[in-house]
């Protein structure tokens, strides 16, 4: 495939991937409701979490939902039980984490010609690091947030109370088990 072949390729798969972000169900909810069941999720998956990475996947699923999370009106309180599900906010947060990574490959791509070597099949794209570099960078920006993190919070003093009422969340908001999610695109 050609250089030019593989840029409208890629072209071709950013449209039905921003569609796919934007026909996500929690764009339709209402900002209020979406960000307190998104920010329940998040709770109960860093307490329970200790090696999956669900938790690291629902921060990034935040930062692409960012826009619409936290664009809600002055006083509205949302009605969570009838504008929100779940586990369908799970899946959405989960696709957004994906979306997120995804559009760094994508920056890579259109940056740096060759960083990363893309296939197209009829239902299925393929994604492979062309250069050996580009998962040390990934490496490099997550230990620096680690790094960062470890050292703005050196003097907090308060894990143990943290911990009691993240178990009493724990012990009031128990979501459901929900199975694996994938999502094929199709162009």
Known sequence: ??????????????????NALESLPVRQWSSSSALR?????YEVAAFKDNTSGITESYDRGFIILASHLTAGEDGYIGNLS?????ETMSKDLLFASHYYMLREYLYYSYNVP?????????ARVEIRFGDKSVPR????????HLL???????NFSH???????LRRLHRSCRPRQ?????????Y
Not at 82 to 86: A, F, N, S
């Open 1 to 18: 495939m050609s250089p030019f072949d593989s840029k409208i390729h890629l072209q071709a798969f950013e449209k039905v991937l921003d």
């Open 37 to 41: 069941a998104a920010s329940e999720i």
């Open 82 to 86: 009838k504008e929100t599900d779940i």
């Open 114 to 122: 060759g960083s990363m070597v893309w296939s197209f099949d009829k």
């Open 137 to 144: 960078q990934f490496f490099t920006v997550h230990n620096d």
């Open 148 to 154: 960062g993190s470890q050292h703005h919070f050196r």
């Open 159 to 165: 894990s143990d109370e943290v911990i009691q009422l």
């Open 178 to 186: 929900t199975s694996s999610w994938r999502h094929t695109f199709r």
